[in-house]
């Protein structure tokens, strides 16, 4: 089992950058697929980002596309969001998830939230207008 811990988060301006962070435990990072959620006040929990376990195939969310960057480092065992031109409808609670996958899937990744058995609590990002 993996244990998820989202850090990054806070308030700034639209058109700022925030860079997110989510470091897990464990010494077997790199054969976990792993996504960005968020969820926004009201609303329901949706996808932002997800890498393949290897880091080669990822996919964004059309809101996001352009402005949001996924990456990750396997040897820190830590994922990334790198969000810039921040509008204020980013705002919510981002979360990242992972997914144990068997190295014949390491370069798919996953963007439904049902594929994601573990979570981090999350981190808050405010954008002011």
């Known amino acids: 089992q993996v244990q998820l811990v989202e850090s990054g988060g806070g308030l700034v301006q639209a058109g700022g950058s925030l860079r997110l962070a989510c470091t897990t435990s464990?010494?077997?990072?790199?054969?976990?697929?792993m996504g960005w959620f968020r969820q926004a006040p009201g609303k329901e929990r949706e996808f932002v980002a997800a890498?393949?376990?290897?880091?080669?195939?990822?996919r964004y969310a059309d809101s996001v596309k352009g402005r949001f960057t996924i990456s990750r480092d396997n040897a820190k065992n830590t994922l990334y969001l790198q969000m810039n031109s921040l509008k204020p409808e980013d705002t919510a609670v981002y979360h990242c998830?992972?997914?144990?996958?068997?190295?014949?899937?390491?370069?798919?990744?996953?963007?439904?939230?049902?594929?994601?058995?573990?979570w981090g609590q999350g981190t808050q990002v405010t954008v002011s207008s």
């Open positions: 998830a992972a997914v144990l996958v068997v190295p014949l899937y390491n370069g798919i990744y996953y963007a439904r939230e049902r594929d994601y058995p573990y």
């Open positions: 464990g010494r077997t990072f790199s054969s976990y697929a």
């Open positions: 890498t393949s376990a290897n880091g080669f195939s990822t």
